[in-house]
């Protein structure tokens, strides 16, 4: 071979065969790293927002010491001035059925006051100088007056209900979820988010599907709104505190407000929309079934007090069992408590609560009967929504939880308005609480729950009211 020189005599060496690989060795053992102590991030607060956190503040953290937070504290202080000053406002009204007929007695004293100046002016002269026409005239005019003054105040609690009940239902749900909810609109744990929200629904547009029945679509929302608003005549503020003294106002009460449904058939059948008339169906479907037992639930109640004015029914339970247990019919057992549980129930269906929110499934009917609705026509459902659920607040204070009497014997100088307004708020906590804890039904869950489980205990309260009064 050129260039190789091999000594003589040796052969050529053969070409070395490639050595294999050696094998990998085995990994060493890893000793598995020790678990973070602390696996949240640590909390950070924004400068800029004051309190409000740049990132997440685990619960476990935010509740294990409450009381060395400052802002634990603070609540807790702003809670207190809350509860005293209205307890204070309170002591200082009393009550406010006495304000309101010193207020009407005054309208009927100023009106015999103009009577008299007109007949010493001699108006009105002529064919129509009658002095017991004229002061008839200035009576109904101060009943008309006085009737619309009513109106008026039932309309502003109904429109205060609405935005104070958004408000509180996303605090409610923002605290069970762990975040804040409204906190910037307003300054104080944002109060104003709900007035701003209703602003910005009056100025927004006004639009109505091609296809739809403008004039049932326009029509159905006050169909709606309308009956919520004549419901509340009756109904108790306080003791003897109601626009309207009726007779029978447990049954006006039960009458008047299942008009509603009819406004939201038409608002689903009007849009033209398959979604929206599946929706109103499955109201109607809902509301007449539901509407039986509640009415039974009530039946028991009439039973105890053998009437259906609400003022009776409130002052049937204004005593004290052994000088310390109220006297209300929830605690009238068996009946009570279970005629209690019904009607609660029951008013979830009627109101479209959780669990019991099938006319409005998003995930099925994407809003329901109110799918082409926007705007204030739109606000007014859930205006309505809102003003039925206070008022099934209510009638559950006057029917089951002793309406205006205190809760023990040595808070009876609390005004019966405060302990009427606590007890409809507190049965209000429930409905939202329970907006955020239940699944909703299915279609035939709803009926089936009704029909076979509602409707026979209902027949069974009765009986048992029977049985209870026999035994009495």
């Not at 028991?300 to 259906?308: A, D, H, K, R, W």
């Not at 004015?309 to 204004?318: E, F, N, T, Y």
């Not at 009967?369 to 209510?394: D, I």
């Not at 955020?436 to 509602?454: A, E, G, I, Y």
Request: charged letters at 15%; a neutral charge.
């Amino acid at each position: 071979m050129t260039g190789i020189n091999l000594p003589a005599g040796d052969a050529p060496l053969p070409p070395e065969k490639p050595s294999a690989p050696a094998a990998p060795a085995a990994p060493a053992a890893v000793a598995p790293a020790a678990p973070a102590k602390n696996p949240y991030p640590k909390p950070v607060y924004s400068k800029k927002a004051g309190n409000l956190l740049k990132t997440r503040l685990w619960p476990t953290e935010r509740w294990a010491h409450p009381w060395s937070q400052a802002g634990y504290r603070t609540a807790a202080i702003q809670l207190t001035v809350i509860i005293g000053g209205i307890l204070l406002v309170g002591a200082v009204v009393d009550e406010l059925a006495g304000w309101g007929d010193l207020l009407y007695r005054y309208l009927l004293a100023g009106t015999a006051l103009l009577h008299q100046e007109f007949s010493a002016r001699g108006i009105p002269s002529g064919p129509l100088a009658d002095p017991a026409r004229t002061a008839a005239g200035l009576r109904l005019g101060a009943e008309v007056l006085w009737t619309l003054f009513k109106v008026i105040l039932v309309v502003g609690v109904i429109n205060v209900n609405g935005i104070w009940a958004v408000w509180w239902e996303r605090k409610l749900s923002a605290h069970m979820q762990s975040r804040l909810g409204p906190m910037y609109a307003g300054g104080f744990h944002g109060w104003a988010q709900t007035i701003l929200d209703s602003i910005k629904l009056l100025l927004k547009e006004d639009a109505t599907p091609a296809d739809a029945d403008r004039a049932v679509h326009l029509l159905a929302p006050a169909v709606v709104i309308v009956p919520a608003i004549l419901a509340f005549a009756p109904v108790l503020f306080g003791t003897e505190l109601a626009a309207a003294r009726l007779d029978m106002g447990a049954l006006y009460i039960l009458a008047v407000s299942g008009v509603s449904v009819i406004g939201v058939v038409m608002a689903g059948w009007a849009s033209s929309n398959k979604f929206s008339l599946l929706g109103g169906l499955r109201a109607a479907a809902q509301v007449v079934s539901y509407e039986i037992p509640r009415i039974f639930a009530v039946v028991p109640i009439i039973m105890f007090t053998g009437s259906l004015d609400l003022v009776a029914i409130d002052k049937a339970q204004s005593g004290y069992w052994l000088g310390f247990l109220p006297q209300w019919f929830v605690f009238w057992f068996p009946a009570g408590p279970l005629a209690f549980l019904l009607f609660l129930i029951a008013s979830l269906a009627e109101t479209n609560r959780v669990p019991f929110d099938i006319p409005e499934a998003e995930s099925e009917l994407v809003a329901g009967f109110m799918t082409e609705y926007s705007g204030m026509k739109w606000a007014l459902f859930f205006l309505a929504e809102y003003a039925y659920v206070l008022l099934a607040c209510f009638m559950m204070a006057v029917f089951f939880l002793g309406g205006g009497a205190a809760p023990l014997p040595f808070l009876g100088f609390v005004p019966s308005w405060i302990w009427m307004l606590a007890k409809a708020m507190a049965m209000m906590f429930v409905f939202m609480w329970l907006r955020w804890t239940l699944p909703r039904f299915r279609v035939d869950q709803l009926m089936d729950f009704n029909w076979k489980f509602m409707l026979p205990w209902s027949f069974a309260v009765v009986a048992m009211a029977g049985a209870t009064l026999l035994w009495l």
